[in-house]
C-alpha cells in the first residue's frame, strides 16, 4: 500500500470513531464509560485547516456550543487551542523574572557563601563558565554547550579541573531547581572521568617537620589553620567558616556548615584540635574561629599561601597539596594504624558515600598483613625450636 493510501486508511479508521452531529464541521466520540468529547474541524482564517477538541473550562459541552466555538475558530475571533496555549505560555514567561546562569549564581554565592564564594568556584565560574552559560537559563541549555566548554577545557586542562568546573555549573542549576527558582536542563550534565585519587601522607619524621615550620610561622591564626585541618582532617572551606557559636569545647565537637552535601556535619574534636581552639586569638565580635577583617573569615587566597609556605618549609615535596594533603595525611594515618575501621573514618570524614573512603582501603590491609604475618613468624619459631 503506498503511503497516501496508508494515510487515507488512517483517516478513515479514526473518522469511524466519531459521530457525526447535526452541525456541519461537528462531531462527537463516547468513550468507554459514557462520556461525550466533542470535536470541531473548520479553515480558519489564515487557510489551514484544523481539527480540535471543543473546551470550556467549567462549562458542559454540547453539540450547538461546539458549532459556536467553531464559528468563532473561522472568523479568526479565538485562536486555535494550540496557539491559545503558546499565547499563554509566552504571558506567563513575560510576567515572570529571568533566572539565567549568572543570576544564579550571584544568588548561590549570596546564599551558600555569604557573599564570598571560595576562590577555586569564583576561578572556574569567570574563566571557564561566564562566557558560555552566564546569560543562558538552565532549560535554555543543550548538551552541546557543555560538550564545548569541555572539550575546549580538556585542550589546556587536566580532567580534574574540567569536572570541578562543570560541577560548578550542575550545583548551580540543582541550586535553582531547589529554590523552586527555575526549572532545570533537559539533560544530564556529563562530567569528565577522573583518576586522580592521590592519598597523601606524611611519615611521622615529616609530621614533626611540618608541625615545627607550622608553630614557627609568625601568623598565629594561620598555623593553626593547618595545624587544625591535620588533626581534623577537615575540608579546607569547612575549617575557614567555622564560626565560634559552632564550636562546643565542652562535650568536644564541631559542627560544620558549610560541608560539600551543604548539610551540616558534626564531628569530634581530638585532644590537640581542642588545644588548638583554646589556644587562637580572638577578634570580638568577629565569629569566626580564622577571622578576617570586617567580621568576615580569612580570605582563601591568604590561607592557601601560607599552607603552601609552611609544606615549603617542612621540607614536603611540591605535588604535596598544601591544604587537601592534610586532610589525606589525617585520613591515611588512621587507616594504617589498625585502630580505625573504615566506617569510622568515613564518618569523620563526612564523606556521603562509603567509595570516597575506599582509597585508604589498602592501608589498612597492609596493616592487617603485617598483623597476619606475626603468627607466621611464631610458627617458623616454634618449627625451629621444634
Known amino acids: 500500500m503506498s503511503n497516501r493510501g496508508k494515510r ?6 479514526i473518522d469511524n470513531s466519531f459521530e457525526y452531529t447535526k452541525f456541519p464541521g461537528v462531531f462527537v466520540r463516547t468513550g468507554s ?6 470535536f470541531i474541524r473548520y479553515r480558519c482564517p489564515a487557510g489551514r485547516t484544523r481539527k480540535e477538541k471543543a473546551v470550556i473550562p467549567g462549562v458542559t459541552m454540547t453539540a450547538s456550543k461546539a458549532a459556536g466555538i467553531r464559528a468563532d475558530r473561522m472568523a479568526g475571533k479565538v485562536l486555535p487551542n494550540r496557539e491559545r496555549r503558546k499565547a499563554t505560555q509566552a504571558a506567563k514567561e513575560a510576567g515572570r523574572p529571568r533566572w539565567t546562569i ?8 549570596n546564599q551558600r557563601f555569604g557573599g564570598k564564594p571560595e576562590q577555586s568556584d569564583l576561578s572556574h565560574y569567570r ?5 558560555a552559560f552566564s546569560k543562558k537559563e538552565p532549560r535554555e541549555l543543550v548538551p552541546l554547550d557543555a560538550d564545548r566548554v569541555r572539550v575546549a577545557m580538556l585542550k589546556t586542562h587536566s580532567p580534574g579541573t574540567v569536572a570541578k568546573a562543570l560541577a560548578l555549573l550542575r550545583r548551580i542549576v540543582n541550586f535553582g531547581v531547589e529554590k523552586q527558582l527555575c526549572p532545570g536542563t533537559s539533560f544530564k550534565i556529563k562530567l569528565p572521568k577522573v583518576y586522580n585519587e592521590r592519598t597523601e601522607s606524611m611519615s611521622y619524621e615529616q609530621m614533626a617537620y611540618y608541625l615545627k615550620a607550622a608553630h614557627e610561622w609568625p ?3 594561620e598555623s593553626a589553620y593547618v595545624q587544625f585541618l591535620l588533626f581534623t582532617g577537615c575540608r579546607r572551606s569547612e575549617a575557614r567558616r567555622l564560626q565560634w557559636p559552632d564550636v562546643d569545647m565542652e562535650r568536644g565537637f564541631v559542627t560544620l556548615r558549610n560541608t560539600k552535601s551543604s548539610n551540616p556535619q558534626t564531628i569530634p574534636l581530638n585532644d590537640q584540635a581542642s588545644d588548638i581552639l583554646r589556644n587562637i586569638p580572638r577578634n570580638e565580635p568577629n565569629p569566626h574561629v580564622f577571622f578576617g577583617e570586617g567580621g568576615t573569615a580569612r580570605g582563601s587566597k591568604q590561607l592557601d599561601t601560607a599552607a603552601r609556605a609552611i609544606r615549603d618549609a617542612a621540607g614536603l615535596t611540591k ?3 598544601p591544604c587537601h594533603g592534610l586532610r589525606h595525611s589525617f585520613a591515611s594515618n588512621l587507616a594504617s594504624s589498625g585502630e580505625v575501621d573504615l566506617y569510622t573514618i568515613q564518618r569523620l570524614m563526612t564523606h556521603k558515600s ?14 592487617l598483613k603485617r598483623g597476619s604475618n606475626v603468627m607466621s613468624r611464631v610458627i617458623r619459631k616454634a618449627q625451629r625450636n621444634g
Open 8 to 13: 487515507e486508511s488512517e483517516k478513515e479508521r
Open 33 to 38: 464509560h459514557g462520556e461525550r468529547t466533542f
Open 102 to 109: 549568572g543570576k544564579l549564581w550571584a544568588e548561590y554565592v
Open 127 to 131: 574563566i571557564h563558565l561566564e562566557k
Open 219 to 221: 601568623n598565629p591564626i
Open 319 to 321: 605535588d604535596f597539596r
Open 354 to 367: 562509603p567509595l570516597m573512603t575506599q582509597r585508604y582501603a589498602h592501608l589498612r590491609d597492609e596493616t
